[in-house]
């Protein structure tokens, strides 16, 4: 088995969300009219702070909770409609939590999953995971990360269209992140995904759409490249003595901020730092660096919940 699949003919939304609202039994709205569409074959990251609702739109989609208003598809099914339940065999999902039994093996695991998909190769999942000396190991047995992996396993087995990811790498050491993120990026390859992380570099790794939610309401929803490119530009300067570069930066009226040895300040290289140079070489400022900075998705991130 590949764990790769298929390209799309990129015109379907395998995933949309149509004025979604949540309201839990307790009174919260965790979602607030949310609209997004994904199409098919394009990879999203989903962000948020702590309670922006990510998880609850997660479990919508899958079928685990209704919406209180709105309507969700998969792969241009309504939940609710006879078709969902064929869309939802089409879809992998990998569950925050474990949420699974934890005295059967992994290969009676994978055998439960492939009963309920109704297709799936036991033995080529468990080879393409690296998982076949542990196949015999019940989870309670398995590491961490050995357990994340049957979790993705599980989701892939049944070589889904669409995969929903709540946290996939979440609470692992750094080397099992790193193997189920090399994981993961093959999983994701020309599949539609919905990726819920906290981690802003693995969804930059992993992901070409972004989707912010903030308060249960989208507040971004567009290409990184587009939200990169929205960003502000900024130079990053080293100097010998990088207090006296700091004090010249400030007479000039930009706060710098730190950057490992050097200073990140506001500006577009290509048309400020040419002049910024000269004048601190010329007041005597030895700088031995300036380059132009590409944000990154944890700036753009924070700019957008904080605007
Ligand atoms: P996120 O995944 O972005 O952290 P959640 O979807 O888990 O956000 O939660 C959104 C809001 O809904 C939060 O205020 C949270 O406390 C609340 N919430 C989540 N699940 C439940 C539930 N089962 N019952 C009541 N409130 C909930």
């Known amino acids: 088995m590949s764990v790769a699949c298929a390209t799309f003919a990129p015109t379907v939304d395998a995933i949309w969300a149509n004025g979604v609202s ?22 999203a990251c989903l962000l948020g702070p702590n309670g922006a609702g990510k998880s609850t739109l997660i479990r ?21 409609d006879p078709g969902y339940t064929a869309a939802r065999r089409r879809t992998g999902i990998v569950p925050q939590g474990p ?3 934890r005295d059967v093996t992994a290969r009676e695991h994978l055998e439960l999953a492939r009963t309920l998909y109704g297709r799936g190769d036991v033995d080529a ?16 047995a398995l590491s961490g990360g050995f357990r994340r992996r049957l979790v993705l396993a599980t989701a892939l087995l049944a070589e889904p269209d669409v995969l929903l990811l709540d ?9 099992a992140q790193h193997d189920v993120r090399a994981l993961l990026r093959t999983a994701m390859a020309g599949r539609t995904a919905l990726l819920c992380t906290h981690d ?23 290409p990184l490249a587009t939200l990169r490119a929205r960003a502000r530009p900024r130079i990053r300067l080293a100097a010998a003595d990088g207090e006296r570069l700091a004090g010249a930066l400030r007479a000039r009226g930009l706060e710098p901020a730190a950057d490992g040895d050097g ?3 506001p500006g577009d290289a290509q048309r400020d730092a040419p002049a910024l140079l000269r004048a601190l070489l010329a007041g005597g400022v030895d700088v031995y660096e300036c380059r132009p900075v590409a944000p990154t998705l944890e700036q753009l991130f924070l700019e957008a919940v904080r605007a």
């Open 200 to 222: 802003l570099r693995e969804a930059e790794e992993l992901s070409e759409d972004v989707v912010i939610l903030r308060g249960g309401r989208v507040l971004v929803h567009e």
């Open 60 to 80: 919508l989609l899958e079928g685990a909770l209704r919406p209180t208003a709105g309507e969700v598809f998969l792969l241009g099914e309504r939940a609710d």
């Open 263 to 265: 200073l990140l300040v």
């Open 22 to 43: 949540k309201r839990y039994r307790t009174g919260t709205l965790a979602l607030d009219g949310v609209s997004f569409a994904i199409p098919e074959g394009t990879r």
């Open 167 to 175: 946290e996939p790498t979440v609470g692992l050491d750094p080397v």
């Open 99 to 101: 949420g699974m039994y």
């Open 125 to 140: 999942t468990l080879d393409a995971f690296g998982l076949r000396e542990h196949a015999d190991k019940v989870l309670e």
